[in-house]
Every structure is written in C-alpha cells, then in structure tokens.
C-alpha cells in the first residue's frame, strides 16, 4: 500500500489552524500530522505528532520538517505582541525560517494564511508586513508557496478578542450587500478556509494567491 502523505502545521492552536488540523485529522491521504509550537494544542495522538519548540529553533526544524506538505497558520495582533518587531517576528520572520528549511528539504507545497489587502506598498503596518513576507516566501520557494488572504473571519477563537463578536454581527449583516470587487470583502469562516487549504495543497498547481471570494469559490 502507497504511504501516505505527511502534513507540517504552524499555527494549530489559532482560529485557522485548529480547524485545519481538525480536516486533516479526517483526511485519509494524510497518515502523518507534525504540529510546531512553543505549546502544547491538544491534538497529540493518532496520527498527530506534537513538536514542541521555539520556532527560531531553526537547528530542531531541520530536523524535524520532513513531510509533503506545510501548513503556515502563524499570526498575531500588535495588542498580543506588544511592539511592531514582536510582530514582524511571528508574521514575517518566523514563515521566512520555515520557508528557507522547507526550501533546503525540497518540500513539495507551503500553504499560507495572509490577509487581505497584503501589499507591500502601503503605509499600512500590518498590511505592509503580509505583503512583505509574501515577496519574501515567493522569493524563497518560487512556484512551491501559495498565499490565501480572507477577509474577516468568522468562527471560535480560544483567546477572547475585544469587539471582535460585533465586528462578526456586523459583517454577517452587510456582507450579503458586497457583490462584484467588493465580494471578497465577506467574512469568511474559519473551517472553509481550512479545507481550502488541503484542497490546494492536493489540488492545485498554476494558481499562487486566493482572495478571500475565490477560498469560498475552490469549495463550490
């Protein structure tokens, strides 16, 4: 029997990532699950293999990301980390490490989360820095990286975020309302996202980057 495939996940314990691991868990072309992370997620066992570490442990990633496909779910707040360097940190330093080993252990595919509106070319901080780091994994992996960019997502976090159940209200009210080049401005659930991204890592080639209408069109 043909082994299966092997999945990398940064990122399971956020919104994307929990239900990511959740897809691939049901997924029978996956027989490995390898969950990186300074904690522990609560997905270890059956086929879920946790690493715990600091993602800067690049000595420990070289190591241990052997696998077919990785799964980039890496993300945070500048309220969470404090100052625009933490945050560069995770949202841009961070998937330029994983994506230089991925390049040196001639992985397949790297599947990441970036946002809307990514662009390097904004004055827009947090806007700026996916834009940037999109460039930077494009500039690592070539062909091999492909970038999805919902718009506001819908679903359970396990951190509490101020505002963020009336922003949810809201976009559930207004969303029906964008039609056209607004479309892609809907929120978005969590779990669509997640199995857009198994679906393009297994499914597509010539495509790179999916603006938030289009993760909702792969599933059509």
Known sequence: MQKGKTALVFGATGLVGTELVKVLNKDDRYDEIKIFGRHSSGFAGGKVKEIITE????????????????????????KK????????????????????????????????????????HTSNFYLKTKGEMEEALTGILKDKVYFLRPSFLLGNRSE?????????????????????????????????????????ANEVEDKHIFESDEIVDLLS
Do not use: W
């Open 160 to 200: 509490s975020r101020p505002g963020e159940q009336a922003g949810k209200f809201l976009m559930k009210l207004v969303g029906p309302l964008f039609f056209g080049k607004m479309k892609k401005y809907r929120a978005i659930e969590a779990l669509s996202v997640a199995e857009a991204m198994v679906y393009i």
């Open 81 to 120: 980390a404090r100052t625009k360097e933490a945050f560069r940190k995770v949202d841009l330093g961070f998937p330029k490490l994983i994506a230089e080993v991925a390049f040196a252990q001639s992985i397949s595919k790297m599947i990441v989360i970036s946002s809307i509106g990514a662009t390097s």
């Open 55 to 78: 993602l800067s442990n690049k000595s420990l990633l070289e190591t241990e990301m052997t696998g077919d496909h990785i799964y980039c779910c890496l993300g945070t707040t500048i």
